[in-house]
């Protein structure tokens, strides 16, 4: 980012640079600005934008102009001095900024850090440090922007923080002795929050530490009175102890004002560029965590201090909600949230997290043993959420992880213990009487507490004590006062409890207040309802109106969804493809528990037929045009389609579905997963039909191959062929040959690749499939360039770029562009190259391709090295783009590219004058290259020796031999992450 310039939006949106002020002339792209400042670093998806732009009533044309405002903000930042700061990184956009560029961020950084220095009693610091924070506020949160959805809560968490800074600042003061002043403004305070105890506390010590114990009790009499009318509960524990003390005229700094830890909020910093693909996945909250602050200054230290601390408690007393509070904060170099409620294959516990952090296996190795290999000793934090349905496995994931990684620590929801050796268990206790009410009456939408009448603010105190502090139990509560009184839900509740009492004494406690609740909002419902309720639980990630009423066969679905939704038993969430709706994971297992099992039987296999019928249907649309809005619609039904690949697995089902969607896994990077569902079908394909079974071994030769796992990858696609051939299908014999012909070249055997794609062009023309004849012309010129024959591959390329653009297939046309891209960069012709992949990545971007967005970023990156000397081209934005490439390609487990891009990354090193660190990244790459027996291509082999003989100049024959061989000791995670950390230091 150009030196001293930020992005303000504590208050109105600007761009700040110096002393001067920028603004933006539209609202909307303040609002944008705005949105993704929120989250420095992170991307943010299309649909959240459109979230944080319309709300739950985005018009039709929402997505496509949201793709206008963001080019117009990218002009406005160009024109600032920020031409690279606003990126398309699939599935959204990010803003390129570490946390000292956006004011947010510095004013989070310093509150923590005036929070340090008042736990740790050095006060005077402490005031200067948190005034400095506030006044970064210049008004309101993004005063002049209009937004709605999500960004509504991050808006009220800073105001919050806000709001606590400014207590803790006070209270620096009055340990500094600055009573009078500080009374003076906490009299206007407590008018304009009220509600807020805190407050009324250090108002009352102020005065007494100022010799006012008369206005002190006097405070205190206020206090209590404002807690009655609006809330109708007693002051709180601490406002009664500092009563005390005036009485007892213990009035002593020492006596008001004991040293404690500060209360701690969540901080958002931008995401690092983490090594090894690391990333900080915390799901953003959508509303306030209400009265958690002193539960978060507990737990901080003991997550930090213990290796395996898991919180347990009811269903629905805010588990998972306090873990993704106390993970931001955690001090760990990375922090990963592992989501386990829709995943319900215990085997798939590993690869789900491998899944996140990007590890794939290879050479015959265990998941586990890869994730342990990949997390090495690094200071790691991984939040496993909802244990309880998958306890033995995330045990046994658990205990080894701990075992063999000496650094990582866990956070465990569940609800029961994992009982793993050193585990500390941490109960999540319910809400007091004050942060109930609060909760109850903000869900309920129900305006300020002083409205209430005295019944109302009577039936409030009950429903907080029978409903036991439960925050779920009070949202559903709470939900119900669209068409209940508030005594109206306090009887109820108190006759649907007294129904509960007594029962089985074998129940599990925690079902029992919990399983009330919900068991109450179920009575609400009637027959038809309850029938779709039950229905929408086999559905792990929601769905849409279509799949609802095929899945239910419910005659008058549409109404049914609307009375579910507006009884909060399920959400709507607006997509720019319709609505989809959703249920809570504690909703969703009970509505499942009250399937009897033949129904429920019926219902799942009803919902694997249909993801069948989907998943075959879009396989059709998977190449051409409106490839980008089919590869949207199956990523908003993954979770549906891993479950009915796990419920069809003893069939013929889950080998159908995988064998449809493996390209999408292909186009959408999930390698891994992907192959995991296609290997797994395969095991239980005996008796399947023989089409279905090589459809997925050619789906598993190419998911295995992407992930450089070259022979199982050849074996499969070796059975793929020969089926193929039994079968008389020369398309299939074609892909499987295709298939062979991509493992040759990245095994170096040109030649044979370049006759295995001839070969598979022909088959296609046999089959008369257009797409898949232009498909090989590509592979040809791919491989052709690869292999340094650069006019054939130019031929190639542009015979194929022509029929592509004839079937209007945005990837490949991108491929092509790639191709023709290469030639001009290795024949010497930059720009030329630059211009092309330019619009290539554009296509990229506009499908949602990461593998292509990768190699985009590569071949740019060697574009802005050509010519580049000490004091030529500018090698921090090629060391921005191969941190990317090299990021993207190894979270695909593409190591072969990888490799590539570490040696990218040397060679922007050495002309960076870091010669020792390149020389190890040279040996780390030809390790990797050695691990999986791809050699260096031969388009790449003059650069890679002129790079080396600089080295042997710079270094000596003996100190580059001896670093070379540092290098090549590393394990493959260490190699990336290295060369992540000198591609950050060279973009600096």
């Given at each position: 980012m150009a030196a001293n310039m930020r992005v303000a939006v504590l208050g109105p949106v600007e761009l700040v640079a110096g002393h001067r002020r920028t603004g933006l002339p539209r609202s909307r792209l303040r609002a944008v600005l705005g949105l993704l400042a929120f989250t420095p670093g992170r991307v943010v998806s299309v649909e959240r934008l459109v979230d944080g732009l319309y709300g739950e009533q985005p018009p039709a044309e929402a997505v496509r102009t949201?793709?206008?405002?963001?080019?117009?903000?990218?002009?406005?930042?160009?024109?600032?001095?920020?031409?690279?700061?606003?990126?398309?990184?699939?599935?959204?956009?990010?803003?390129?900024?570490?946390?000292?560029?956006?004011?947010a961020a510095v004013f989070e950084s310093e509150v923590l850090l005036g929070r340090g220095l008042l736990a740790e009693e050095v006060s005077d610091r402490a005031a200067g440090v948190l005034a400095g924070a506030l006044e970064l506020w210049r008004g309101d949160v993004l005063a002049d922007c209009q937004v709605h959805g999500w960004a509504h809560g991050e808006m009220e968490r800073l105001r919050e923080m806000r709001l606590s800074a400014t207590e803790d600042v006070l209270t620096a003061r009055l340990r500094l002795g600055l009573h009078r002043a500080a009374a003076e403004q906490l009299e206007h305070l407590v008018v304009e929050h009220p509600l807020r105890e805190h407050l009324w506390e250090l108002l009352m010590i102020a005065?007494?530490?100022?010799?006012?114990?008369?206005?002190?009790?006097?405070?205190?009499?206020?206090?209590?009175?404002?807690?009655?009318?609006?809330?109708?509960?007693?002051?709180?524990?601490?406002?009664?102890?500092?009563?005390?003390?005036?009485?007892?005229?213990?009035?002593?700094?020492?006596?008001?004002?004991?040293?404690?830890?500060?209360?701690?909020?969540?901080q958002v910093t931008a995401a690092p560029v983490a090594p090894a693909g690391l990333r900080t996945g915390v799901p953003a909250p959508i509303t306030r965590l209400v009265g958690r602050a002193a539960d978060l200054a507990e737990l901080r230290p003991l997550v930090e201090g213990h290796r395996l601390v898991t919180l347990t408690g009811m269903g629905g007393v805010g588990k998972t909600r306090l873990a993704m509070a106390v993970s931001v904060d955690a001090g760990f170099d990375g922090v990963h949230f592992v989501e386990l409620a829709q995943v319900e294959d215990p085997e798939l516990v590993a690869p789900a997290i491998a899944d996140l952090l990007g590890v794939h296996t290879t050479g015959g190795h265990s998941t586990l043993r890869a994730l342990a290999e990949h997390l090495g000793t690094r200071r790691v934090l991984l939040v496993l959420d909802n244990c309880e349905h998958l306890a033995d496995a995330c045990a046994a994931v658990t205990h080894e992880l701990l075992t063999s990684c000496p650094s990582v620590h866990i956070l465990a929801t569940s609800r029961e213990t994992l009982r793993v050796g050193g585990e500390l268990v941490w109960r999540v206790p319910p809400l007091g009487a004050p942060p109930s009410a609060e909760l109850f009456l903000e869900r309920a939408g129900l305006g300020p507490a002083a409205g209430l009448d005295d019944d109302q603010r009577a039936a409030l105190s009950l429903i907080c004590a029978d409903l036991d502090g439960l925050p779920l139990a009070l949202e559903l509560a709470a939900a119900r006062a669209r068409v209940l009184t508030l005594p109206q839900i306090a009887e109820r509740l108190h006759d649907h409890f007294t129904l509960l009492t007594g029962g089985p004494r074998t129940s599990p406690p925690q079902h029992r207040t919990m399983r009330a609740v919900i068991d109450w909002s179920y009575a609400l419902l009637d027959t038809g309802e309850r029938e779709l309720l039950g229905a929408l639980s086999v559905f792990p990630g929601g769905c849409d109106l279509t799949a609802a009423a095929a899945v239910s066969a419910e005659p008058d679905v549409l109404d049914l969804l609307g009375r579910l939704v507006d009884k909060s038993l399920l959400t709507v969430d607006p997509t720019p493809a319709g609505?989809?709706?959703?249920?809570?994971?504690?909703?969703?297992?009970?509505?499942?528990?009250?399937?009897?099992?033949?129904?429920?039987?019926?219902?799942?296999?009803?919902?694997?037929?249909?993801?069948?019928?989907?998943?075959?249907?879009?396989e059709?649309?998977?190449?051409?045009?409106?490839?980008?809005?089919?590869?949207?619609?199956?990523?908003?039904?993954?979770?549906?389609?891993?479950?009915?690949?796990?419920?069809?697995?003893?069939?013929?089902?889950?080998?159908?579905?995988?064998?449809?969607?493996?390209?999408?896994?292909?186009?959408?990077?999930?390698?891994?997963?992907?192959?995991?569902?296609?290997?797994?079908?395969?095991?239980?394909?005996?008796?399947?039909?023989?089409?279905?079974?090589?459809?997925?071994?050619?789906?598993?030769?190419?998911?295995?191959?992407?992930?450089?796992?070259?022979?199982?990858?050849?074996?499969?696609?070796?059975?793929?062929?020969?089926?193929?051939?039994?079968?008389?299908?020369?398309?299939?014999?074609?892909?499987?040959?295709?298939?062979?012909?991509?493992?040759?070249?990245?095994?170096?055997?040109?030649?044979?690749?370049?006759?295995?794609?001839?070969?598979?062009?022909?088959?296609?023309?046999?089959?008369?499939?257009?797409?898949?004849?232009?498909?090989?012309?590509?592979?040809?010129?791919?491989?052709?360039?690869?292999?340094?024959?650069?006019?054939?591959?130019?031929?190639?390329?542009?015979?194929?770029?022509?029929?592509?653009?004839?079937?209007?297939?945005?990837?490949?046309?991108?491929?092509?562009?790639?191709?023709?891209?290469?030639?001009?960069?290795?024949?010497?012709?930059p720009e030329r190259a630059r211009d092309l992949l330019l619009e290539a990545l554009a296509l990229f971007e506009d499908v949602g391709f990461p593998e292509g967005l990768g190699w985009a970023d590569n071949l740019l990156a060697l574009a802005d090295l050509t010519g580049a000397g000490p004091s030529g081209a500018d090698l921090g934005a090629a060391a921005r783009r191969l941190a990317r490439a090299l990021d993207v390609q190894h979270r695909l487990g593409d190591l072969c590219r990888s490799s590539s891009v570490v040696e990218a990354i040397a060679r922007t090193l050495h002309l960076d004058g870091s010669h020792a660190a390149a020389a190890e990244l040279l040996g780390g790459a030809a390790a990797i290259r050695e691990t999986i027996s791809a050699p260096v291509p031969p388009c790449e082999a003059a650069d890679l020796a002129a790079l080396e003989s600089g080295l042997l100049a710079a270094l000596g024959a003996g100190a580059y031999q001896a670093r070379h061989t540092a290098g090549r000791r590393r394990t493959i995670a260490e190699t990336v992450t290295a060369a992540l950390a000198g591609a950050e230091a060279a973009a600096r």
């Open positions: 949201l793709h206008t405002y963001i080019s117009h903000l990218r002009r406005r930042l160009r024109e600032a001095g920020l031409p690279e700061v606003l990126e398309t990184r699939a599935p959204g956009y990010r803003l390129a900024l570490v946390p000292g560029e956006v004011d005065h007494a530490l100022s010799g006012r114990q008369g206005d002190a009790l006097a405070t205190f009499q206020r206090a209590r009175r404002v807690l009655d009318e609006e809330l109708g509960v007693d002051p709180g524990p601490a406002l009664r102890e500092i009563e005390a003390n005036v009485l007892c005229r213990r009035l002593t700094a020492e006596d008001l004002l004991p040293p404690g830890v500060a209360p701690v909020v969540r609505a989809r709706y959703r249920m809570s994971q504690t909703i969703r297992q009970f509505a499942a528990g009250e399937l009897a099992p033949q129904r429920r039987d019926r219902i799942a296999r009803r919902h694997a037929e249909y993801y069948l019928a989907f998943a075959e249907k879009t059709g649309e998977l190449k051409g045009p409106g490839l980008g809005a089919t590869l949207d619609r199956i990523a908003a039904e993954h979770d549906n389609l891993r479950a009915a690949c796990t419920f069809g697995a003893a069939d013929e089902v889950a080998l159908r579905i995988a064998g449809a969607v493996w390209r999408y896994c292909y186009l959408r990077g999930h390698y891994s997963e992907g192959r995991h569902w296609l290997e797994t079908a395969l095991r239980h394909a005996g008796g399947a039909p023989e089409p279905y079974v090589a459809k997925a071994l050619g789906g598993a030769a190419t998911l295995t191959a992407y992930e450089c796992d070259y022979t199982p990858a050849a074996g499969y696609a070796e059975r793929a062929l020969a089926a193929c051939r039994r079968l008389g299908d020369a398309a299939g014999v074609a892909r499987a040959l295709s298939m062979l012909g991509e493992i040759a070249r990245e095994t170096g055997d040109f030649d044979r690749a370049l006759r295995t794609h001839e070969q598979a062009r022909q088959e296609y023309r046999t089959a008369r499939d257009t797409w898949g004849e232009a498909f090989q012309v590509e592979m040809l010129a791919l491989a052709s360039w690869l292999a340094g024959r650069f006019t054939e591959a130019r031929a190639r390329a542009r015979e194929a770029h022509d029929e592509f653009v004839r079937l209007g297939d945005k990837e490949r046309i991108g491929w092509t562009l790639l191709d023709l891209a290469a030639c001009d960069l290795y024949d010497g012709d």
